[in-house]
């Protein structure tokens, strides 16, 4: 590319309007001339070729993604070892990218053939890249439904307020017929659980069926919430292939599901948002797939951007990998993803974060400690179902941990002094 190429790929942000373009972070990786990597970058995820042989045009002003913040350092060694890996200097790169969106509109497909597509990984001389954040217009954020309940709707679906909603994965998650699945989820919900769960692995399956699985689980959360004063949730699991998941959501909610879990990864972004335009509860996206386009620092896409994608397609809570060793997520990347469903997205209601692994009454003051809110979702599996005292034992431990945490916020509070 020839440099007065490459600098119609460099734009001044003020001089751009900011309601036709997304904004993407990038770090990447290169050999040669950084600028001329990072031009590439531009051309190759929007216009690529710019002109017709013979004719004078050009379509970078309108359709090219531009670079609107730029910086990068000498490097002795690429980060991971790549096939083909460039020679001759090599530069890690931070850049600002603003992209036009109406190359693609409102469609998922096509945002993300843009934006983590072929364009992106496969610049040339850039080995090592990943997507660490991406931000949308309200012009943007206008076309999708988002949540449809979200933080402030689960909480009056289930009347808790001012407290974390305590979740339950059923265990075992394989194996268990319907009525021996509903009898230990009763247990769960009378010790003080809000909502019993299918696994993420729990499909409508012959020994299983979604049908009448949800019809006893239907019944047994109602016998619980008649014992216990208290709004109770059963979350049926309708992953399955995207033309399957509308029926399985009419069948799991006549049947008493107060809620849906979907994969959202595998069956699809567009799949989530389809299902939340039929759906009339709320959804709960979990994270499959995830950790394969994830965990390798410095390549691929961070966690994040797949969370505000979740939060954009409707999930109004999304199941994340939490803190603890068992999900190998830094604390600082469980934390954007918490963030990203709570911070200000254009009109879209927060969703609420459910960072999960491995939690029990002992890990809950931790979780609660960093996350420094009472949105949050907090899941047990064999916290809960797996507890010595049986399930009802294991969630009344949750909650008593939850009181005692309570009560130490409003001793503290009450230890503050006046201000005048």
């Known amino acids: ?53 013979g004719v004078d045009e050009d379509y970078r002003p309108r359709h090219a993604a531009k670079i609107i913040a730029f910086r990068s ?26 992209h036009p969106h109406g190359n693609f509109g409102p469609r998922i497909p096509n945002l993300l053939s843009a934006v ?26 206008a076309a999708f439904p988002g949540p449809q309940f979200g933080v402030e709707g689960l909480r009056e679906l289930l009347g808790a307020y001012d407290r974390p909603i305590f979740l339950g994965v059923v265990k075992p998650n394989i194996g268990l017929a319907p009525a021996p699945f509903a009898a230990i989820a009763e247990e769960a919900w009378l010790g003080g659980l809000d909502i019993a769960k299918d ?13 009448e699985r949800a019809r006893l689980m239907g019944e047994a959360r109602a016998r619980a919430a008649a014992a216990t004063g208290e709004r109770k949730l059963y979350m049926a699991n309708v992953t399955d292939e995207v033309s399957q998941l509308c029926a399985l959501h009419d069948v799991a909610v006549a049947r008493g599901a107060g809620a849906l879990l979907v994969n959202s990864l595998p069956v699809g972004l567009s799949g ?24 390798v620092p410095g390549y691929g896409v961070h966690s994040r951007v797949l969370t505000k994608l979740q ?8 199941i994340m990998p939490g803190f603890g060793e068992r999900m190998m997520v830094p604390e600082a990347e469980v934390m954007a993803n918490v963030r990203a469903c709570l911070e200000p997205m254009g ?27 009472r949105d949050f979702g907090f899941v047990c599996g064999r916290g809960i179902f797996g507890h010595a005292e049986g399930p009802r034992g294991g969630a009344a431990s949750v909650r008593a941990a939850w009181t005692r945490l309570a009560t130490q916020d409003a001793a503290r509070d009450m230890e503050r002094p006046v201000k005048d």
């Open 311 to 318: 939060r954009l397609c409707g999930a109004d809570a999304v």
């Open 347 to 373: 009109t879209l209601k927060p969703a609420l974060p459910v960072p999960g692994g491995s939690d029990s009454a002992d890990t809950l003051p931790r979780v609660y400690a960093t996350i420094g809110t």
């Open 1 to 53: 590319m020839k440099a007065p190429d490459i600098e119609a790929f460099f734009a001044d942000r003020r001089a751009l309007d900011a309601a036709a373009y997304l904004e993407l972070d990038y770090v990447f990786e290169c050999g040669g001339d950084p600028r001329v990597a990072a031009a590439h970058l531009c051309s190759e995820q929007s216009t690529a070729q710019w002109q017709r042989v």
């Open 199 to 211: 696994d993420e692995m729990l499909a409508d399956i012959d020994w299983s069926p979604l049908d």
């Open 272 to 295: 989530l948002r389809m299902l939340r335009e039929h759906a009339r509860v709320p959804l709960f996206a979990h994270f499959p797939m995830l950790a394969a386009l994830t965990r």
């Open 73 to 98: 350092e000498p490097i002795s060694a690429l980060s991971l070892p790549v096939p083909g890996a460039p020679a001759g200097p090599l530069h890690r790169v931070q850049v600002t990218i603003a």
């Open 116 to 141: 983590m597509g072929e364009g992106v990984y496969h610049v040339p001389g850039v080995p090592v890249i990943r997507l660490e954040d991406l931000r949308f217009p309200e012009a943007y954020l």
